[in-house]
């Protein structure tokens, strides 16, 4: 008897484990948790502030008096404050662009604000934007220009470190940095010195100072520029690049950077930066874009895979206009709007497979961040069917892959039924990642599928809706 209890015992532990679902495993490059951390900021904030701001240059040459830089107004607190209202969740600073000039007191350089007459060269940018960040719980970050017109050093192997000890003052003297902005300028212009970068003893550095900090380049390591300066990511845009045969200011093409790599071997996700006006700097002369404008930016940026880094640039005060910031509200309060109600709600929602029962397509109705559907393993394509309780108007679908297991969707299309019972197909597109907004027509019906033809491993949804946008024109 004893031994048959025996027996059954191990026979049930056999079967037990067996019964136990295996986890699917990610697939290809995969993001780290500061990489998915920083992807769900969704919107930051750029502020190019500098002599630019008050010599009306783009570009300055670095021969700009120190004096002229006097922001006698400025208010760090006012730029968290407008940042909040945007829904934005961190602030980009240009702590040091191509001139050179410096926004704190640096020890490398004598063109800072050590040497102007704001606040008696007592005077310190970054001192002051990052304590009022972490008063205001946004997220600090830092631009620091490679390219230096100003440095006498520059165009020699000495200038590297001098700009990696300018790097250490940055990153070692104000909190916690969310991002290390590089720009790969490198002497442009007529006459310019070049500089052989040492981009090795530079993103050391900063991994060294800063380990969480997302490194941007043309070609990250920890996100890539989007390749344009519109705010626009490709329609397809995958977050992986073969990033090893590039190097910043040497990226990939233009069409390459905005649409990433299909199979990519590095997780480089996309940052799409744009400006709020139509130069970088403040122009007394120029005025925001429309809510409308920046709602397609939104939708050709968050809404394709990418992080939207929008410069909103302070003024001669030292403050954000008043039309900027009343912009930023009317964009957010457009946004808040348009994705307050998600007309899936109450849907039935069915999958025509899945890996298993804890990776059923209904999990991604529970707003459970570790529910998420997967189809059957070695299935690569799928068929998500949605119900409504009742005939409902929509134009946009939301999707969201699980990208901790890698990017995977490479090919669906969006189908709806119509009156007669007849399935009609309203999209055709291509990759999904951390979160894809689809245009649709302005429908109106009940049922609808999605219909996944083509994924690189088995698919992943961690979330689906839909929205009625009834503020901006639908293409």
């Not at 049930?12 to 697939?27: D, G, H, S």
């Not at 920083?38 to 783009?58: A, D, L, V, Y």
């Not at 705010?231 to 069409?255: D, F, H, L, M």
């Not at 050709?300 to 909103?312: A, E, F, I, M």
Request: proline residues 4%; glycine residues 8%; negative net charge.
């Amino acid at each position: 008897m004893q031994g048959l209890k025996i027996f059954l015992a191990a026979a049930f532990t056999l079967v037990f484990y067996a019964c136990q679902e295996k986890a699917p495993q990610p697939y290809g490059a995969i993001p780290t948790t500061s990489q998915i951390e920083w992807q769900k900021m969704e919107i930051n904030m750029f502020c190019h502030f500098g002599p630019n701001t008050f010599t009306g240059e783009e570009w300055g040459n670095g021969s700009e008096e120190e004096d002229i830089f006097n922001p006698i107004g400025l208010d760090c607190r006012q730029w968290v404050a407008v940042a909040k209202a945007a829904g934005m969740k961190g602030i980009i600073i240009t702590a040091k662009h191509h001139d050179g000039f410096c926004l704190w007191p640096s020890r490398e350089s004598d063109h800072t604000v050590k040497e102007s007459q704001w606040r008696s060269g007592s005077g310190d940018v970054l001192r002051e934007l990052s304590e009022a960040c972490r008063e205001g719980g946004v997220k600090f970050g830092v631009y620091v220009s490679p390219w230096d017109r100003n440095a006498t050093t520059y165009g020699t192997a000495e200038y590297n470190q001098t700009f990696a000890r300018t790097l250490r003052e940055v990153l070692c003297n104000y909190g916690e940095v969310f991002e290390q902005w590089f720009d790969g300028a490198n002497g442009e212009g007529q006459n310019g010195r070049k500089q052989k970068y040492d981009w090795t003893l530079f993103n050391k550095t900063v991994c060294e100072l800063q380990p969480q900090a997302i490194v941007f380049s043309d070609v990250g390591p920890g996100c890539r520029w989007i390749g344009n300066e519109r705010g626009e990511a490709g329609q397809t845009c995958w977050s992986t690049i073969n990033a090893r045969v590039y190097a910043p200011g040497k990226g990939p093409c233009e069409k390459m950077l905005n649409e990433g790599e299909e199979n990519g071997n590095q997780w480089i996700p996309g940052e799409a930066d744009v400006s709020i006006r139509p130069s970088w700097f403040y122009k007394e002369a120029e005025h925001p874009k429309s809510v409308e404008e920046l709602i397609e930016i939104y939708y050709n940026s968050v809404g394709r895979n990418t992080v939207l880094l929008l410069n909103v640039p302070p003024d001669r005060r030292g403050l954000i206009a008043a039309e900027d910031s009343m912009r930023l509200a009317e964009f957010r309060a457009a946004i808040d709007n348009i994705f307050a109600d998600d007309l899936c709600e109450g849907a039935k929602i069915k999958a025509s497979s899945r890996w298993g029962k804890n990776y059923d397509i209904k999990g991604i109705q529970d707003n459970n961040d570790e529910s998420y559907w997967v189809a059957k393993k070695g299935m690569h394509t799928g068929i998500i069917s949605i119900e409504l309780p009742e005939t409902r108007k929509f134009n946009r679908l939301m999707l969201q892959e699980e990208i901790r297991l890698g990017q995977r969707v490479a090919e669906f299309s969006v189908e709806v039924e119509a009156n007669d019972g007849k399935w009609h197909t309203v999209a055709h597109e291509t990759t999904i990642g951390y979160k894809r907004i689809v245009k649709l027509p302005n429908t109106e019906c009940r049922r609808i599928r999605i219909r996944i033809s083509r994924s690189l491993a088995e698919p992943t949804l961690r979330r689906v809706a839909l929205y009625n946008d009834t503020i901006s024109e639908t293409k």
